[in-house]
């Protein structure tokens, strides 16, 4: 058995208090706890310890010491159970008190999937262009389950992904005359894709943006392509030859044959 004899608080770490003992052969420090568990243990003056109990209490403030540093990790931002036990791994903590700790964590109602997927979506439709499948991704990769992320994507709805692809494309859609509007139209689509929204949601907001095609910013459109088809191959090729080029060249493009043809038309292609 030893016996505590003094306890005395750290002068950097006012919540902290060091322990000394005397196990017969005089006072020696033991060893230091979290006030939390000086506490719980109502340690004190004159308080004879066992061995075990000496290990225990060492354990305990180790899982308090983790414990406090996963809060602050927390206090940052809401973090998956997934992220928690790899922060934990990474501070070196054993597997049973990660255990401890996170069934902590769970009960107090720090550490939600379910909560944090919810919280997720919500900042990504406000923040963010990200479509519900590329959140829907990044909600696994953080470790949430896949039945949780599909739940808290329903949050992302139909109109919602629509409101917000019809913005997007309203501010990117290109009226300055350098690609045609088909072209436009087919990158567009290509970049919500790529974007992770769903495919119905695309097909709508493309189709509404019929009456969006600027004819003055399309001519402008053409007119550079054209000139540029020219001017690359009128060293090699003329007339006939010439305008087919040029006409493959523009299809290839988007631009429409009717426009094509004023274009030849208009254009030096002899």
Known sequence: MKKITRIT???????RFNIFLDDGHGEKYGFSVDEAVLIEYKLRKNLELTDSMIETLIQKDDVHKS?????????????????????????????????????????????????FADAFVRTRIQTSIKGPMLVKKELMEKGVSQQIAAKAIELYTFDVQLEKTNKWINKKLNKQGRESFKKQLQQLQG??????????VIKEAI?????????GAEWEAI????????????????????????????????????????????????
């Open 9 to 15: 608080t750290q002068q950097k770490r006012k919540n």
């Open 67 to 115: 414990y406090t540093l996963t809060i602050n990790f927390l206090s940052y931002r809401m973090r998956t159970k997934k992220e928690i036990h790899d922060y934990l791994i990474k501070k070196e903590v054993d597997e049973e008190p990660i255990k401890q700790i996170m069934d902590r964590l769970t009960s107090e109602g720090l550490l939600d999937d379910a909560m």
């Open 191 to 200: 970049t919500l894709m790529q974007k992770g929204f769903e495919q119905d």
């Open 207 to 215: 189709a509404d943006l019929g009456d969006e095609k600027d004819d």
């Open 223 to 270: 007119k550079k392509h054209g000139e540029k088809l020219i001017s690359k191959h009128k060293a090699k090729l003329t007339g006939f030859h010439l305008q087919n080029k040029v006409k493959e060249g523009l299809y290839r493009k988007g631009f429409t044959m009717e426009m094509i043809n004023d274009f030849l038309d208009e254009a030096e292609c002899e």
